[in-house]
Structure formats: structure tokens, C-alpha cells
Antibody, heavy 126, light 110 residues
Framework: EVQLVESGGGLVYPGGSLRLSCAAS????????MAWVRQAPGKGLEWVGRIRSSAEAGATDYAAPVKGRFTISRDDSKNTLYLQMNSLKIEDSALYYCTIDHYRITTTVVKPFESWGQGTLVTVSS | QTVVTQEPSFSVSPGGTVTLTCGLS?????????PSWYQQTPGQTPRTLIYSTTIRSSGVSDRFSGSMLGNKAALTITGAQADDECDYYC??????????FGGGTKLTVL
């Protein structure tokens, strides 16, 4: 069974930094493309960004609102995904979910965000 | 910046049929966008209903179906039940390689 356990959330001042972690188990982490998705209280889902497998140089992609401030990384030896958040803004306050970006079943069939952690809450406030 | 559009809210009678749509602020949704649909009840993580336009996820009732409707992706719920009342999100894969979620549709069954 896939398990994704996020940690590291908390209260931080605007302009501050925070590092989230996601411990993965129950699947082969190394080749998986991993992603972070967030959800502000009472709001919708927002894809934050992803990291490809280390075999693909661990290349990353980010949503426009976080590009240049957030960095996603991974440690395959620990089956752990990270999200380094810098220059935090009030609008970054959200529940941050770790998820498997997608499974590519065939060239025309892609299954995104099949498994989710329970999330870790980030609150940016003065 | 591309916005994925969904109806903010929709209402359906118990036993009725409702179709929710997922569009793009500029251009048309196609199957190459791999549109997928999620159901989220309050306090829960999202659950995959449909992926790659029409494929029902394992364990999902056949009351839920995905399709293309003109230039949008669509989620149709037939025989609406009280526990279908929750939020529904679509997500689209853009050619730039990023995923973009729609704003979600709050479905009311009454």
C-alpha cells in the first residue's frame, strides 16, 4: 500500500522559510515523478511543482506563483521528497500534499495524483 | 496564464443526472491534455474518479463517467445520491509540462 507522510509544516512569518518533507513507502520511489499539491483553507487544489526521477536528472517544474521561491528535491536513499519554501507570502498558507505526479500507463493514458498523503499545514502570518 | 474553468456550483435532484465541465480560458481541452477528475469531501484527500478523459478509476461507481463535450472535458453523474454532494475538481496537463487544476465545482444534491 502506498504511504506518503508529510511533515515540517508550521507557523512562519512572511518572508520566512520552511522545509517540508514527505516520507514515501509501499512503492518503488526511485523512478517515480513526485509532486506537491496545496490547498488553501476553503479553497481549491493547486499543483505546486514536481521532480522527475534521478535518472532524468531530477529535473523540476514549478507553477508560476512559486517559481523562483520554492525548490523541490529528493533523496532516493531515504525515499523522501522535500519542498524548500523561501520568501513565503501570506497567500502560500495552505495544506501541502505530497503525491505521485502521475503514472504513465501507455503513451496515451496517464493517471495523475493517484495517491495522497494527509498533508502538512503551512500558515504564513505576522 | 492559462486558467482551467469549472462551474463554481451545480445543483442536482436525487436520482437525477448532472454534467460538470472543464474548459480552458484560451483554447480547447483535448484528450492530449489527459483531463482527470477528483472528488473531495470535507476534511478528506481527493479521490480519483476519472483519468485520461474517460477511464474510470478502480472501485469508482459506474454512475460516474468522463467524456469530451465540445471543447471541454466533462464528468457526468447519473442517479445522483446524497453522498455525491461534495467538491469536484478537474486537472489538465498543459503542453508546457505543468498540471493546472480547475477551481472546483461544489455539487449540491437536493
Amino acid at each position: 500500500e502506498v504511504q506518503l507522510v508529510e511533515s515540517g509544516g508550521g507557523l512562519v512569518y512572511p518572508g520566512g522559510s520552511l522545509r517540508l518533507s514527505c516520507a514515501a513507502s509501499g512503492f518503488t520511489f526511485t523512478p517515480a515523478w513526485m509532486a506537491w499539491v496545496r490547498q488553501a483553507p476553503g479553497k481549491g487544489l493547486e499543483w505546486v511543482g514536481r521532480i522527475r526521477s534521478s535518472a532524468e536528472a531530477g529535473a523540476t517544474d514549478y507553477a508560476a506563483p512559486v517559481k523562483g521561491r520554492f525548490t523541490i528535491s529528493r533523496d532516493d536513499s531515504k525515499n523522501t521528497l522535500y519542498l524548500q519554501m523561501n520568501s513565503l507570502k501570506i497567500e502560500d498558507s495552505a495544506l501541502y500534499y505530497c503525491t505521485i505526479d502521475h503514472y504513465r500507463i501507455t503513451t496515451t493514458v496517464v493517471k495523475p495524483f493517484e495517491s495522497w498523503g494527509q498533508g502538512t499545514l503551512v500558515t504564513v502570518s505576522s | 496564464q492559462t486558467v482551467v474553468t469549472q462551474e463554481p456550483s451545480f445543483s442536482v435532484s436525487p436520482g437525477g443526472t448532472v454534467t460538470l465541465t472543464c474548459g480552458l480560458s484560451s483554447g480547447s481541452v483535448s484528450t492530449s491534455h489527459f483531463p482527470s477528475w477528483y472528488q473531495q469531501t470535507p476534511g478528506q484527500t481527493p479521490r480519483t474518479l476519472i483519468y485520461s478523459t474517460t477511464i474510470r478509476s478502480s472501485g469508482v461507481s459506474d454512475r460516474f463517467s468522463g467524456s469530451m463535450l465540445g471543447n471541454k472535458a466533462a464528468l457526468t453523474i447519473t442517479g445522483a445520491q446524497a453522498d455525491d454532494e461534495c467538491d469536484y475538481y478537474c486537472v489538465i496537463y498543459l503542453s508546457s509540462g505543468i498540471w493546472v487544476f480547475g477551481g472546483g465545482t461544489k455539487l449540491t444534491v437536493l
